[in-house]
């Protein structure tokens, strides 16, 4: 018996190990925490080697794991992602290098904008990639996951509406000369991306099919960017010159997207798991603190609780954003 791995996932795992390292068990095995995925992940020790084993459950993502587990192995021969040892989206049991985690927040050695730079080069990289899956259309699975939302009954009625209504406005506007989708991740949230002291990985790759390239800039800004140089440099590495007027506020209104889908996806996803009256406004933290709290480790992402405060944080910064006097330059910027 393979300890920690539970009993009708042990010949599953057996297998793997056998075919990546020709043994069936490993010399030893640690639970790793802090993913959002729900999957069952340990470091193990095998060889003289450290591996990372994922046990993923049933299946309760949009992207099947047969596809997503060839794009994940196509990112890590892109060198995007950690090396794959084994990958069976039947058992659905996979083995990849273990990163040692170094923190972006006290590690990196550099500037914020030698930072943001270096994820542009990287997720250039990452847009150059070919051969990702076609399966739907970013801004419509926005939408969905909206629907969603509203249907969970967490918010009192009328709340959820104008941020509603905004985003059917703002989706044609974006679209506008927009280009043509590319090798996307969808969900570069920090927990997906990995620093070792050099180089920055992406993992979870669950979400990933092509899409609008700004939908990873804007995963990265929201969270990383902490002034508009960091803005500049991100997107100066990315395209490999200055952005233009219309990059920038292509950015700036997928940045409000970005909000909208990660606030919709984490207060659906934690519904079930939450008792009381609907919540009557959107958000009562701000989520420049709460990212100042994640970046420290002050602020708990793994509770229920710490979920939907975040998850409201970022559907009050969409409507913040979509409500505000600087909305129209952007549109005008877009498309001048």
């Known amino acids: 018996m393979i300890p920690l791995v539970p009993h009708h996932r042990q010949s599953a795992v057996a297998r793997a190990l056998q075919a990546a ?13 802090g993913g959002l995925s729900g999957a069952q ?3 193990i020790e095998v060889g003289g080697g450290t ?3 994922r046990l993923d459950g049933p299946q309760d993502n949009m992207v099947p794991a047969p596809i997503w587990y060839e794009t994940m192995r196509t990112a890590a021969a892109a060198g995007l992602a950690p090396q794959v040892h084994h990958a069976d989206a039947t058992d659905r049991v996979m083995i990849l290098d273990f990163v040692p985690p170094r923190s972006l927040a006290t590690d990196f050695p550099g500037t914020r904008p030698d930072l943001m730079g270096l994820f542009g080069q990287r997720l250039r990289q990452l847009h150059d990639v070919p051969d990702f899956p076609v399966l739907v259309d970013y801004l419509d699975g926005v939408w969905s996951l909206v629907e969603g939302l509203a249907a969970t009954g967490l918010f009192e009625p009328g709340v959820l509406e104008p941020l509603m209504d905004l985003y059917r406005d703002l989706v044609p506007v ?5 280009s043509a989708p590319v090798a996307s991740h969808n969900d570069l949230n920090p927990r997906n ?3 070792d002291g050099t180089h920055i990985w992406f993992v979870d790759w669950e979400a990933a099919f092509v899409a609008d390239a700004y939908v990873d800039l804007a995963a990265v800004a929201n969270v990383f960017a902490h ?4 803005l500049e440099a991100l997107l100066t590495a990315y395209f490999g010159r200055a952005p233009c007027e219309a990059e920038r506020a292509r950015l700036h209104l997928m940045r409000l997207i970005n909000h909208l889908f990660y606030g919709a996806v984490m207060a659906t996803g934690v519904a079930r ?6 919540f009557r406004a959107l958000a009562d933290r701000s989520l420049a603190e709460i990212h100042q709290g994640l970046a420290t480790g002050q602020f708990d992402l793994d509770s229920p609780a710490g979920q939907i405060t975040y998850a409201r944080a970022r ?7 979509l409500t505000s006097s600087d909305l129209a330059g952007q549109i005008a910027r877009l498309r001048s």
């Open 21 to 33: 390292f020709g043994r069936t068990a490993p010399d030893q095995i640690v639970p790793l925490t």
């Open 41 to 43: 992940v340990f470091r």
């Open 51 to 53: 591996f990372v084993l």
């Open 174 to 178: 974006y679209r506008h000369q927009a």
């Open 193 to 195: 991306i990995l620093f």
């Open 227 to 230: 002034a508009p140089e960091d």
């Open 273 to 278: 798991a939450l008792d009381g009256a609907p």
């Open 315 to 321: 559907l009050a910064a969409a409507l913040e954003g």
